[in-house]
C-alpha cells in the first residue's frame, strides 16, 4: 500500500486546490493536460502552499461529459497516463505534504461501462441487470434500449446506478429496497473502488452528485443513512483519508458522513443562493441558468451577505450537533473560489484587482477555501469558448468559459523540475494583459502573491483554523468579522468601488495584509477594493500601521 497524506487530522486547516487536468499542464506535448503535468507542477502548488488538490475525473471514459461519464473506475483514461503515473504523483505530493483526492462519480457510469453494458443484456441475471434501474414501459425522461428503458442520471448517456428506492409502488415494480442485490452490489462497489486507490495513496474523494443516490427520498433520509455508513467504513478501514461532497447543503451532508460540502451554485434550502449572492461572477453565459442575483463582490455594492451568513451558522450548528468542538475537526463547510460548472471570479466587468477582497474573504473564512485553478492569477471566464465534451447543458448555460488552460507563460520561471507545456483542450484568453503564473510570480504586487501569502496566514495562526470562533461584526458593505476566542483578529471588506468606512472600537494593533484602509482613531476608512485583517492582540497594540490605497502592506 502506498503512503497517503492525513487530511483528516488537519481538516481545519486544509486549503484545496481543483485542477481540471486536461485544462492544466501538458507533459507529453499532445495538446492535453496530463497527470505528469500535474506532478511537474507539484513544487508550484507547494510554493502556493495548498494542501490537497482535488482532481476532475481521470479515468477511462467515451468523454461525452467531459470524464464524468466513467467507464472503468479502476483505470486512467490513457489521455491522462496510466495508473502508475497516478501512483507516482500521489506519491510526490506525499513527499511535499500535499494529498491527492480523485472525483468519484457515485450515481451512475456511463452506458459504455462493462456494468451497464452486461446488465443491458436481453439474458443478464437479475444480480447484473439490477445495478441499474430497468422498466418495461415508457416512461418520461428513460432512455429506451432494447425494447426496455433505463433510467439516466444526468445526461442520457449516463444510465443511473440502483441504490434503492426509499419507498416502493405497486406500480412501479422496478422500485427495489435499498437492501436488495442490485444495491448492495453497487454500495460494496463503492467501497472496493475506494480501496482501489486508496492502496495506491489518494488521500480522499469528491464524490460528484452525492445526493442522487437513493430514488425518492424524501429528506434524503435513506442517503444519509448510505453516506453515514460509509463515512464509518472509512474512518475504520482507512483513516486519515476524507470524503467531499458535491451536494450544496452542508448543514445536511456534513452531519451525514461527509468531511466537507461546498457551498454551490444550487442545492440546499436556498437553492445554491449563498454562494450566488456572494459572487455571481458577473454576467456569463451561464449566470442566465441561474438567474441575476446581486453580487456581494461586485462593484456595484448592490449584493448582501445575509444568505451567506445564515448558511454559514446553520452549517456550524448542524455539525457541532453531537459535539461542540465537531466543527473544523470532523466536518466543515467548502466554499470554492467557483468551479468547472461555474463562471471564475474574473468574470463580466469584475478584474482580478476586485477579486482581491473576495480571496481574502475565502482565505480568512470558518470554511475549507477550495481555489480552482487558475482564479489565483485572475484567469477569466471566458463566455465565448468553444462547446466541448458535454459542456453545454442549455442554450444559456456552456461551462467550456471556466475550463480554459492554465495559463503558464514562461513554463520555465514557474517552480518545478519540468516544463510542461500549455494544453490546447480549449482556446485560451487572447486577450494581450491574460495573466500569467511567470509574469504573476515576479511581480510581488500580483494577485498570486497575495494569495499565498493569506494561505501562509491561515496556516500560521490558529485564529484561522475553521475551528475557531467567528462573530459577524457588520454588513454588507464594509463586512467586518472577528476571529478568535479573543474576537482578537479583525477582517474589513469593502468589494465595491466606492469608499466606505466605519466606527468600531479597539482599532489599534498590527495590519497583517491590507489594502485601501486608514485608521483615525476609531475610525477605519476604506477605499474601493480595499480590505485588511488586523491583529488586534495585545501584544500587538504598539505596532499599529495603516496601509495606502495604492500598495499593499503585507507582513504574513
Not at 455571481?280 to 461586485?298: C, L, M
Request: net charge negative; aromatic share 10%; with cysteine.
Amino acid at each position: 500500500m502506498t503512503a497517503a497524506v492525513d487530511l483528516a487530522q488537519r481538516l481545519g486547516e486544509l486549503v484545496l486546490y481543483q485542477i481540471y487536468p486536461q485544462s492544466f499542464a501538458d507533459a507529453n506535448g499532445d495538446g492535453i493536460g496530463d497527470l505528469e503535468g500535474v506532478r511537474q507542477r507539484l513544487d508550484y502548488l507547494a510554493w502556493l502552499g495548498v494542501d490537497a488538490v482535488w482532481l476532475s475525473p481521470c479515468f477511462v471514459s467515451p468523454f461525452q461529459d467531459a470524464g464524468y461519464d466513467v467507464a472503468d473506475y479502476c483505470t486512467i483514461a490513457p489521455r491522462y497516463g496510466t495508473n502508475d503515473d497516478l501512483i507516482a504523483l500521489c506519491r510526490d505530493a506525499h513527499e511535499r505534504g500535499i494529498g491527492i483526492l480523485l472525483d468519484l462519480v457515485a450515481g451512475h457510469t456511463s452506458d459504455q461501462h462493462p456494468w451497464f453494458l452486461s446488465a443491458a443484456a436481453p439474458d443478464a441475471p437479475p444480480h447484473v441487470r439490477d445495478r441499474y434501474i430497468w422498466s418495461d414501459e415508457p416512461r418520461d425522461g428513460w432512455q429506451p434500449l432494447g425494447g426496455r428503458h433505463f433510467l439516466p442520471n444526468f445526461f442520457p448517456c449516463q444510465p443511473a446506478l440502483n441504490f434503492g428506492y426509499a419507498r416502493s409502488l405497486e406500480s412501479e415494480p422496478w422500485r427495489q429496497s435499498v437492501d436488495a442485490p442490485g444495491p448492495a452490489a453497487n454500495r460494496q462497489a463503492l467501497k472496493d473502488i475506494m480501496s482501489f486507490w486508496f492502496a495506491r495513496g489518494v488521500s480522499g474523494f469528491r464524490v460528484d452528485m452525492a445526493a442522487s443516490l437513493v430514488k425518492d427520498d424524501e429528506g434524503l433520509v435513506e442517503t444519509r443513512r448510505l453516506w453515514t455508513d460509509l463515512r464509518d467504513w472509512v474512518d475504520e478501514h482507512h483513516p486519515g483519508r476524507i470524503l467531499v461532497a458535491e451536494w450544496g447543503d452542508p448543514a445536511v451532508s456534513v452531519p451525514a458522513g461527509f468531511h466537507a460540502d461546498f457551498l454551490l451554485q444550487f442545492g440546499g434550502a436556498d437553492d445554491g443562493l449563498p454562494l450566488r449572492s456572494l459572487w455571481n461572477n458577473g454576467s456569463g453565459t451561464v449566470n442566465a441558468e441561474w438567474g441575476e442575483v446581486p453580487s456581494w463582490a461586485d462593484a456595484e455594492a448592490a449584493g448582501d451577505t445575509l444568505t451567506f451568513v445564515t448558511a454559514t451558522e446553520d452549517a456550524i450548528r448542524a455539525i457541532c450537533g453531537r459535539s461542540s468542538d465537531a466543527y473544523g475537526r470532523t466536518g466543515i463547510l467548502g466554499l470554492p473560489t467557483s468551479n468547472h460548472d461555474f463562471t471564475r471570479l474574473v468574470s463580466g466587468s469584475r478584474d482580478a484587482e476586485q477579486a482581491r477582497v473576495a480571496f481574502v474573504l475565502t482565505l480568512t473564512w470558518p470554511a475549507m477555501p477550495s481555489i480552482y485553478y487558475g482564479d489565483e492569477i485572475g484567469m477569466r471566464f471566458l463566455p465565448d469558448a468553444p462547446t466541448i465534451e458535454g459542456s453545454m447543458l442549455s442554450p444559456t448555460y456552456d461551462r467550456a468559459g471556466s475550463r480554459t488552460p492554465m495559463q503558464w507563460g514562461d513554463p520555465g520561471s514557474v517552480p518545478g523540475p519540468g516544463t510542461p507545456g500549455a494544453s490546447t483542450y480549449l482556446p485560451a484568453d487572447p486577450a494581450p494583459d491574460a495573466p500569467t503564473v511567470s509574469d504573476s510570480i515576479a511581480s510581488e504586487s500580483s494577485l498570486l502573491h497575495q494569495v499565498r501569502r493569506l494561505v501562509a496566514l491561515r496556516h500560521e495562526d490558529p485564529r484561522l483554523h475553521a475551528s475557531s470562533p467567528l462573530r459577524v461584526v457588520t454588513g454588507p458593505y464594509p463586512f467586518v468579522y472577528a476571529r478568535g476566542h479573543d474576537e482578537s483578529l479583525l477582517v474589513l471588506l469593502n468589494p465595491g468601488r466606492s469608499a466606505t468606512r466605519i466606527e468600531l472600537p479597539d482599532l489599534r494593533g498590527r495590519v497583517v495584509t491590507g489594502r485601501g484602509v486608514e485608521i483615525d482613531g476609531e475610525t477605519a476608512h476604506i477605499a474601493g477594493f480595499g480590505y485588511a485583517v488586523i491583529d488586534r492582540s495585545a501584544d500587538t497594540h504598539s505596532d499599529f500601521a495603516t496601509t495606502s490605497t495604492s500598495t499593499e502592506r503585507d507582513t504574513a
